[in-house]
């Protein structure tokens, strides 16, 4: 697939998972790569460029888009892709607020202070991507996530509001929502789950995977994949949606 050859990537939550996927991916098709997450030694072992920030502060976001400019160039995609998951929250009466202002600062914040950033020079250009990832938490609430899910359903919000404001300068926005994907995040959510039920690991996962209509879950390459095409030119007619990434089935 055509269309991010040379155009400059900032990519965030790329040290592992799904961020690190598209990073990888995006640079094998020709993009300008910088990864931004807040592990260093995960960042150097990509092999690109990249920067350590916390995204979940107003500061960290204008350090990763400055970098980007000063390594490679103005941005012309941004991925979205960090984010706090949900293994350690309660129900809601139960929800330390302190735990909902974190996830909203890195899972919603953080995107909104990256995006503002970068808008201005793509408006100025004509052309720019924004790929935002959410969950399907983003459409359906989980039981004990009330931060978590409002925060992805927020980006969904963050996500149309830009195709609406951008829409008119060359501008696209859309959003992945990807089902259970076997990250780093999503391990830490088996254990707590398994933990909390006096079984294992294995298990959640064997039961995850029955969700799915292949049996098995979606791969964060699969999730890459998906990115690395609202990414591209050639997804120039697709703005303000939300493509579900979950095998077909429904969660």
């Known amino acids: 697939m055509a269309g991010v050859e040379k155009r400059v ?5 790329a040290g592992r998972g799904i961020g690190r996927a598209t990073a990888e991916l995006l640079a094998a098709r020709g993009a300008r790569v910088l990864a931004v997450s807040r592990s260093e030694s995960e960042l150097a072992a990509l092999g690109l ?11 960290g976001c204008a350090r990763a888009v400055a970098e980007t400019e000063q390594q490679l160039g103005p941005v012309e995609i941004l991925v979205c892709n960090h984010g706090i998951g949900s293994a350690h929250e309660r129900l809601i009466w139960e929800q330390d607020p302190e735990i909902w202002d974190e996830t909203m600062r890195i899972n919603l914040d ?10 201005p020079g793509m408006v100025e250009r004509g052309y720019g991507r924004l790929v935002y990832t959410s969950s399907t938490s983003g459409v359906v609430a989980e039981r004990a996530g009330s931060a978590y899910t409002s925060s992805k359903h927020g980006l969904l919000g963050l996500m149309r509001a830009v195709a609406q404001d951008a829409g008119p300068y060359g501008i696209t926005s859309n959003a992945v929502l990807p089902g259970w994907v076997r990250t780093e995040m999503a391990e830490r959510s088996a254990d707590a789950e ?11 996962w064997k039961e995850r995977e029955a969700l799915y209509l292949p049996g098995r879950v979606p791969s964060a390459e699969e999730v890459a994949q998906t990115i690395a095409f609202l990414a591209s030119e050639e997804s120039s007619g697709v703005s303000g949606e939300a493509i579900t990434v979950a095998l077909g089935s429904i969660w």
Not at 9 to 13: F, N
Not at 110 to 119: K, T, Y
Not at 197 to 203: H, W
């Open 9 to 13: 990537a900032l990519v965030t939550g």
């Open 49 to 59: 460029a990249y920067t350590v920030a916390d995204l979940g502060t107003p500061e």
């Open 110 to 119: 953080g995107p909104f202070h990256l995006s503002r950033r970068v808008l």
């Open 194 to 204: 398994a933990a909390q039920r006096g079984v294992t690991r294995e298990q959640i």
